[in-house]
């Protein structure tokens, strides 16, 4: 769901390596939004890679995932429907500490050695009941929480 040109742009502004693929959800239509399929934190990410229908893709991000030492834990489609994908890794405001953000429902679809991973992984666990989000919104707990990386106001020059 994007230009193939503006994605290799924004790349190459940023200095990013671009991994691009497609990905499908069980009935083989085009996945909505990455974050059902993917969510990468600097030691764990979370991948569904039977979303992924080219061997060559799904090789290309399971290599691009793990290559910086980044523990991998792929996730079924049954897994994925589930709100697996849609978990997010944040940080306390010094950086010092990382808490793993995921709902209720994609916590109850890890099994116990995936979960186990996922808690070596960061520092806490916040698992958020939100199936009024999830019955009715079409998201879960990555949806409600927004990412920013910008420097601090103070050393903006603010």
Same mark, same amino acid.
């Given at each position: 769901?994007?230009?193939?040109?503006?994605?290799?742009?924004?790349?190459?502004?940023?200095?990013?390596?671009?991994?691009?693929?497609?990905?499908?959800? &069980?009935?083989? $239509?085009?996945?909505?939004?990455?974050?059902? %399929? !993917? +969510?990468?934190?600097? @030691?764990? *990410?979370?991948?569904? /890679?039977?979303?992924?229908?080219?061997?060559?893709?799904?090789?290309?991000?399971?290599?691009?995932?793990?290559?910086?030492?980044?523990?991998?834990?792929?996730?079924?489609?049954?897994?994925?429907?589930?709100?697996?994908?849609?978990?997010?890794? &944040?940080?306390? $405001?010094?950086?010092?500490?990382?808490?793993? %953000? !995921? +709902?209720?429902?994609? @916590?109850? *679809?890890?099994?116990? /050695?995936?979960?186990?991973?996922?808690?070596?992984?960061?520092?806490?666990?916040?698992?958020?009941?939100?199936?009024?989000?999830?019955?009715?919104?079409?998201?879960?707990?990555?949806?409600?929480?927004?990412?920013?990386?910008?420097?601090?106001?103070?050393?903006?020059?603010?």
């Amino acid at each position: 769901r994007t230009s193939a040109l503006a994605l290799e742009r924004f790349g190459a502004a940023l200095g990013y390596t671009v991994v691009s693929f497609s990905a499908v959800d &069980v009935a083989g $239509a085009a996945v909505y939004h990455t974050n059902v %399929v !993917l +969510s990468v934190s600097d @030691a764990v *990410a979370v991948f569904c /890679a039977e979303s992924v229908p080219s061997e060559a893709e799904r090789g290309s991000v399971r290599a691009a995932l793990a290559a910086p030492g980044r523990v991998v834990i792929e996730i079924t489609f049954e897994q994925m429907c589930a709100f697996a994908g849609n978990v997010l890794v &944040v940080s306390s $405001a010094d950086g010092a500490r990382s808490v793993l %953000v !995921l +709902s209720e429902t994609a @916590a109850s *679809a890890f099994d116990a /050695a995936q979960m186990a991973e996922l808690k070596r992984a960061v520092d806490s666990v916040a698992v958020l009941r939100i199936p009024t989000i999830e019955s009715y919104g079409g998201g879960s707990a990555r949806c409600m929480v927004a990412e920013v990386f910008l420097p601090r106001s103070s050393e903006r020059g603010h």
